[in-house]
C-alpha cells in the first residue's frame, strides 16, 4: 500500500482530479492496484494506492503512461506528504509476541 496526501496548486483542482482519473483508470485497465481517494476538510486529498504485488508497483513506475500522468500531476497538485510502502500490521500476532 501506498499512501500520498496532496493539495492541488491553486486554479488547478478540477485538472488535478481529470489526471488522478485518468492515472487511476491505467493503473486498473493494467492491473496495478487501484486507488482510493479522500477529501479532508481543509482542501487535502489522501490518496490510497493497493498494489497488487511489489511487481505490479514497479511495472507501474517504469509505464509510460504512468509515468507521463504522474508528470502531469507534478505541475497540478503540491505533495504535502507520502508513503510509499506501507505494511498491515498483524495485531494478534503482536499481541502473541507481546506474551
Same mark, same amino acid.
Given at each position: 500500500?501506498s499512501? @500520498?496526501v #496532496? $493539495? !492541488? ?5 478540477? @485538472?488535478?482530479?481529470?489526471? #488522478?482519473?485518468?492515472?487511476?483508470? &491505467?493503473?486498473?485497465? $493494467? *492491473?496495478?492496484? =487501484? ?13 490510497? =494506492? ?5 511487481? @505490479?508497483? *514497479?511495472?507501474?513506475? /517504469?509505464d !509510460?503512461d504512468?509515468?507521463?500522468? #504522474? @508528470? *502531469?500531476?507534478?505541475? /497540478? &497538485?503540491? &505533495? ?12 494478534? $500476532? /503482536? ?5
Amino acid at each position: 500500500m501506498s499512501v @500520498a496526501v #496532496w $493539495k !492541488p496548486v491553486p486554479g488547478m483542482e478540477a @485538472a488535478s482530479l481529470a489526471t #488522478w482519473h485518468e492515472l487511476t483508470s &491505467i493503473l486498473t485497465q $493494467k *492491473r496495478y492496484g =487501484r486507488d482510493l481517494l479522500y477529501r479532508d476538510r481543509e482542501g487535502q486529498y489522501v490518496l490510497l =494506492r493497493y498494489w497488487k504485488s511489489e511487481d @505490479a508497483r *514497479r511495472a507501474a513506475q /517504469e509505464d !509510460p503512461d504512468m509515468l507521463r500522468c #504522474w @508528470a *502531469r500531476l507534478g505541475n /497540478e &497538485i503540491e &505533495i504535502v506528504k507520502v508513503y510509499e510502502t506501507l505494511s498491515e500490521v498483524n495485531v494478534e $500476532k /503482536e499481541r502473541s509476541l507481546e506474551t
